[in-house]
């Protein structure tokens, strides 16, 4: 899924000028090889300001361990991270160790050259302690080579190769509360709603309670947030994964309007009342900010969500957080998130001391370096930490994981997208939805087959 916390997914330049990046870099000397002498120091970027924080924090304990210093470098925004590791490859000067988007950003700088094939490094072992559904992540596919355009980069490389290691992961669908909003409310503010109509009649409490203050914030300016983050595990919960998946098949008979689909459709505009006053014309980062400042009493996001609004001032403590939760008559009674890779972490082609660069990402992808960087960045690992998450990352980050560890079969996967028509536009049944709801333009029915009509166009455009 495209739509990660407003910092969406970009891809980099065109791969020709990469690929000149690189064979510049290439020409500057580099061998690879160890620094000599004693000194052995590693260079980092990333484009998250609080995980450089975090990294600085954990190459002093990795540093006491194996004697290899880590030199940590914030570059934000995304746009100037890009622009600095383009610039960097035709100067020769690149880190060593790149934390870059995954699923797309490293499968892009790998096949350009700017990313090292680390297949053979990354071990069954080390692939084990991975969280299931992101141990492929970073792995150039068949299927996304044969799916790019002619001009791609991924033309030139081979499938198998990996060029990142998962390192963050997460959930979009996961609902936050100001528990003193829902005490306000005369609500339990330590016990999540069980069901969809229990989040509705708390919604309903809650905007009862302060009409102006006490709704549901989302950035439904990105109009697809409502869709992929409420409505798609809502619908999967409702459905089951088979039925949900036939509303977007070729030609589908089971589509959004079919009598099944507009129930689901229904289930959704139920939100209308309590959306907080301007939705419509708010960002991903301007609704969570809004939350956090109190100007709404539930805020919809992902597991990542939780880090921001750190940064915006709310104390994870004073929140009640849980999955997007199942209708009452749904066919799943338990819902859980199968996590995808957020960010990767990639070792560049110029790397001065590649097998210390190999230990680094090795080791800030083990329990205890994920774990230190997690706590402090308060961004889940990509480590499946098991019955140690809680004394690794703390009592919050711990509880989240567990919305990971539900029944396999009413698994919600956001990064499955099998389904969908190869050239999917979000923004489309996003419009869609927003037009239900808030804005209240269209009737369940009515965007059954406005839905049925953007999936046809779609697939019609594949061939």
């Given at each position: 899924?495209?739509?990660?916390?407003?910092?969406?997914?970009?891809?980099?330049?065109?791969?020709?000028?990469?690929?000149?990046?690189?064979?510049?870099?290439?020409?500057?000397?580099?061998?690879?090889?160890?620094?000599?002498?004693?000194?052995?120091?590693?260079?980092?970027?990333?484009?998250?300001?609080?995980?450089?924080?975090?990294?600085?924090?954990?190459?002093?304990?990795?540093?006491?361990?194996?004697?290899?210093?880590?030199?940590?470098?914030?570059?934000?925004?995304?746009?100037?991270?890009?622009?600095?590791?383009?610039?960097?490859?035709?100067?020769?000067?690149?880190?060593?160790?790149?934390?870059?988007?995954?699923?797309?950003?490293?499968?892009?700088?790998?096949?350009?050259?700017?990313?090292?094939?680390?297949?053979?490094?990354?071990?069954?072992?080390?692939?084990?302690?991975?969280?299931?559904?992101?141990?492929?992540?970073?792995?150039?596919?068949?299927?996304?080579?044969?799916?790019?355009?002619?001009?791609?980069?991924?033309?030139?490389?081979?499938?198998g190769q990996r060029f990142s290691?998962?390192?963050?992961?997460?959930?979009?669908?996961?609902?936050?509360?100001?528990?003193?909003?829902?005490?306000?409310?005369?609500?339990?503010?330590d016990t999540p709603p069980k069901?969809?109509?229990?989040?509705?009649?708390?919604l309903k409490a809650t905007t009862?309670?302060?009409?102006?203050?006490?709704?549901?914030?989302?950035?439904?300016?990105?109009?697809?947030?409502?869709?992929?983050?409420?409505?798609?595990?809502?619908?999967?919960?409702?459905?089951?994964?088979?039925?949900?998946?036939?509303?977007?098949?070729?030609?589908?008979?089971?589509?959004?309007?079919?009598?099944?689909?507009?129930?689901?459709?229904?289930?959704?505009?139920?939100?209308?009342?309590?959306?907080?006053?301007?939705?419509?014309?708010?960002?991903?980062?301007?609704?969570?900010?809004?939350?956090?400042?109190?100007?709404?009493?539930?805020?919809?996001?992902?597991?990542?969500?939780?880090?921001?609004?750190?940064?915006?001032?709310?104390?994870?403590?004073?929140?009640?957080?849980?999955?997007?939760?199942?209708?009452?008559?749904?066919?799943?009674?338990?819902?859980?998130?199968?996590?995808?890779?957020?960010?990767?972490?990639?070792?560049?082609?110029?790397?001065?001391?590649?097998?210390?660069?190999?230990?680094?990402?090795?080791?800030?992808?083990?329990?205890?370096?994920?774990?230190?960087?997690?706590?402090?960045?308060?961004?889940?690992?990509?480590?499946?930490?098991?019955?140690?998450?809680?004394?690794?990352?703390?009592?919050?980050?711990?509880?989240?994981?567990?919305?990971?560890?539900?029944?396999?079969?009413?698994?919600?996967?956001?990064?499955?997208?099998?389904?969908?028509?190869?050239?999917?536009?979000?923004?489309?049944?996003?419009?869609?939805?927003?037009?239900?709801?808030?804005?209240?333009?269209?009737?369940?029915?009515?965007?059954?087959?406005?839905?049925?009509?953007?999936?046809?166009?779609?697939?019609?455009?594949?061939?």
């Open positions: 899924m495209d739509v990660a916390r407003g910092r969406i997914r970009r891809l980099l330049a065109p791969a020709l000028v990469l690929a000149a990046a690189v064979a510049a870099a290439g020409c500057a000397g580099d061998t690879g090889e160890p620094a000599r002498g004693g000194d052995r120091t590693l260079t980092m970027w990333t484009f998250k300001k609080s995980h450089a924080e975090a990294l600085t924090t954990a190459a002093a304990q990795f540093t006491k361990e194996t004697g290899i210093a880590v030199k940590v470098e914030a570059v934000t925004p995304d746009d100037v991270f890009v622009s600095k590791v383009q610039s960097a490859a035709q100067t020769g000067g690149l880190p060593d160790v790149l934390e870059v988007h995954s699923g797309g950003e490293d499968l892009e700088m790998g096949a350009s050259g700017l990313l090292q094939d680390i297949r053979d490094d990354v071990t069954d072992a080390w692939r084990q302690r991975l969280l299931p559904t992101t141990r492929e992540s970073g792995v150039l596919t068949r299927q996304r080579i044969d799916q790019a355009a002619a001009d791609s980069p991924f033309k030139n490389a081979t499938a290691v998962p390192f963050t992961a997460g959930a979009f669908g996961i609902v936050y509360a100001h528990k003193d909003k829902l005490e306000a409310a005369g609500l339990d503010p069901t969809w109509e229990d989040l509705l009649d708390a009862a309670r302060d009409p102006r203050q006490g709704g549901l914030a989302l950035g439904l300016k990105v109009s697809q947030t409502g869709f992929n983050w409420i409505y798609q595990p809502l619908a999967h919960s409702y459905l089951g994964r088979d039925r949900f998946h036939a509303m977007w098949a070729k030609g589908a008979a089971q589509g959004f309007a079919s009598p099944e689909g507009v129930e689901t459709l229904e289930l959704y505009s139920r939100l209308t009342p309590y959306w907080m006053p301007g939705a419509t014309t708010l960002g991903i980062d301007e609704a969570d900010i809004a939350f956090a400042q109190g100007k709404a009493a539930f805020d919809v996001g992902g597991t990542f969500t939780l880090a921001f609004l750190a940064q915006n001032g709310v104390s994870p403590a004073t929140l009640l957080t849980f999955p997007v939760p199942p209708p009452a008559e749904g066919v799943n009674k338990e819902i859980s998130m199968s996590p995808l890779a957020l960010t990767g972490l990639g070792l560049t082609a110029t790397a001065k001391d590649r097998a210390a660069a190999v230990r680094w990402i090795g080791w800030l992808t083990s329990p205890v370096g994920a774990g230190a960087v997690a706590r402090k960045s308060l961004d889940l690992p990509a480590i499946d930490l098991g019955a140690q998450a809680e004394s690794l990352v703390g009592p919050d980050l711990a509880a989240m994981q567990k919305f990971f560890s539900g029944p396999p079969a009413g698994a919600y996967d956001a990064a499955d997208v099998s389904f969908q028509p190869s050239d999917y536009d979000q923004v489309k049944p996003g419009d869609v939805m927003v037009r239900l709801s808030p804005l209240g333009e269209l009737t369940p029915g009515q965007a059954g087959a406005e839905l049925d009509k953007a999936m046809a166009s779609m697939w019609k455009a594949t061939g």
